[in-house]
């Protein structure tokens, strides 16, 4: 697409009044402040610090400096126009050692910054975990470990007591697919572990913990905050329609998909996921009554996209040597992982807006009630600033025309997608890839950490002034307050679940 089709479509896409315009963040990847008012090491401090673990040695320690940096950031937010943002807690910032009381200066950072967004009227939605966990709690064993839900819940208490006034919007956990399956089976995050029994006891344990944490945050939060779960569901398709490849497209999406949508949604674990598992676990961590807790109802889905997955039956013969632990238990003689079809981005990530289309579609289908959001969706390129000081990245604008225009086509089918949040507000510590790969649509030269609106972060604004009806691309009309917090789902309390 050239850059005036991208315009004209900035221009023409219209979404429904009150539709979510958001970016969205995670504290280790921009906070920084590692050390700082009493924070402890987390999973992912001891994982960076461990050689040959992050690209290039990078670790979250500055990172964006966004601690620091924060009101500056909150006024970028507000100068594009957003709505919402999405941003997560570090754990061991606010309950060093995963345990005990709160510390009060942990939690007076998230108080300014709620309080700087709600003063820009912009909406905070919050996660409660996305991927630090307190290195305490891993040396006790960690998601693997039972008494780790229980300590997330008390966690998901102290903030929610803290913050509860002011965060309309309250997810549970970051994609715990990662935290179990790349953590603790491939090992190529943290906590770097690579037994698969275990991964299978941490996915159980964060939904576990996910469950344990909405019954406190609905004893906790007002009535009409909003708690949902954030998932990175793999839009799964079969190189082809053959049996033995529809056979690896479903064990792939017991494995991504329903081990955490059918006990969040129906109380229950696929018995296929089961028995596909037997020779690596007999899940007799499942303990009576955990299902029920896992399936307490919740009032929207947070879906992270970003490119499908096309997998194959592998082939009997040829098998080729593995790459390194596998992510996926008892699937790791059955399948074979094949690249999509397309254009990449800088992760090597194949530019798919149709798996967006396939997988909101299917959601729509098992959880007709539930309400959507992209909660992620965006693209890494290696984008520069030039001489002027300008950051072109034409890839990305495109990426996020072509995204955007698959939720709007979604819509138009009547699927109930609420909102949409890039991933991300900045570039920032990309995990296991430090600082080399950029997702941000704000550019960030780490050496002076000066932000630069990249041109996909005026696109985007350009998107969200033309949707909310303002003055001028530019934005100098003054912005609403923030909508009422019930607005997302006012069934909630009918029940949604469909059992
Ligand atoms: C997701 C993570 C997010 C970011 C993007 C690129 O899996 O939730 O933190 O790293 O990928």
């Not at 009150?18 to 001891?46: K, M, V």
Request: with cysteine; charged share 25%.
């Amino acid at each position: 697409m050239t850059a005036v089709d991208d315009q004209t479509a900035a221009r023409t896409l219209r979404f429904p009044p009150g539709f979510r315009w958001g970016a969205a963040t995670a504290a280790y990847q921009i906070e920084g402040g590692a050390r700082e008012d009493g924070r402890t090491p987390s999973i992912w401090d001891t994982f960076s610090r461990t050689p040959g673990r992050v690209r290039n040695g990078d670790t979250g320690d500055i990172a964006t400096d966004h601690l620091h940096r924060m009101p500056e950031d909150v006024a970028l937010m507000a100068e594009l126009g957003l709505t919402d943002y999405r941003f997560s807690v570090s754990w061991p910032r606010v309950q060093p050692t995963g345990r005990g009381p709160a510390v009060q200066r942990g939690l007076d950072f998230y108080r300014r910054l709620t309080d700087r967004l709600l003063e820009a009227g912009i909406r905070p939605a919050v996660t409660l975990y996305h991927w630090d966990l307190p290195q305490e709690l891993e040396d006790a064993g960690g998601w693997p470990e039972r008494d780790t839900a229980q300590r997330f819940a008390d966690y998901a208490r102290l903030v929610a007591e803290a913050l509860g006034d002011r965060i309309p919007l309250w997810t549970t956990l970051n994609e715990p697919w990662c935290s179990a399956f790349l953590g603790y089976a491939s090992g190529v995050h943290a906590p770097g572990r690579t037994d698969p029994a275990a991964a299978l006891r941490a996915a159980h344990h964060l939904n576990l913990g996910h469950g344990l944490a909405v019954g406190v945050l609905r004893g906790t939060l007002p009535e009409a905050a909003q708690v949902s779960l954030t998932l990175n569901l793999a839009a799964v398709r079969g190189r082809t329609e053959s049996a033995a490849d529809r056979e690896a497209v479903r064990r792939i999406d017991a494995l991504a998909n329903r081990i955490f949508l059918d006990p969040v949604f129906h109380g229950r674990y696929p018995q296929d996921l089961r028995d596909d598992t037997a020779a690596v676990t007999d899940w007799s961590f499942v303990h009576d009554g955990d299902l029920a807790e896992i399936a307490r109802p919740i009032d929207a889905l947070g879906i992270n996209y970003y490119t499908p997955t096309v997998v194959a039956a592998a082939d009997p013969v040829h098998r080729p040597a593995p790459e390194g632990p596998s992510p996926w238990p008892g699937a790791e003689q059955a399948v074979r992982f094949l690249p999509a079809a397309g254009p990449r981005t800088a992760m090597g990530w194949p530019v798919d807006p149709d798996g967006l289309t396939e997988l909101l579609a299917r959601l729509h289908r098992e959880l007709p009630r539930t309400p959507l959001l992209i909660t992620e969706n965006g693209a890494a390129y290696d984008d520069y600033a030039d001489p002027s000081g300008a950051v072109h990245d034409p890839e990305r604008v495109s990426y996020l025309v072509d995204h955007l225009s698959a939720v709007h086509r979604a819509i138009g089918a009547g699927i109930d997608v609420r909102g949409y949040f890039v991933w991300s507000l900045l570039d920032n510590f990309e995990w296991a890839y430090g600082y080399g790969k950029r997702f941000g649509i704000v550019h960030v030269d780490f050496a002076s950490q000066r932000r630069t609106p990249k041109d996909s972060a005026r696109w985007y604004a350009a998107l969200i002034a033309a949707n909310r009806g303002r003055a001028d691309a530019a934005g100098r009309t003054p912005l609403r307050g923030p909508a009422g917090a019930a607005d997302l789902t006012p069934e909630r309390r009918r029940g949604q679940q469909v059992r």
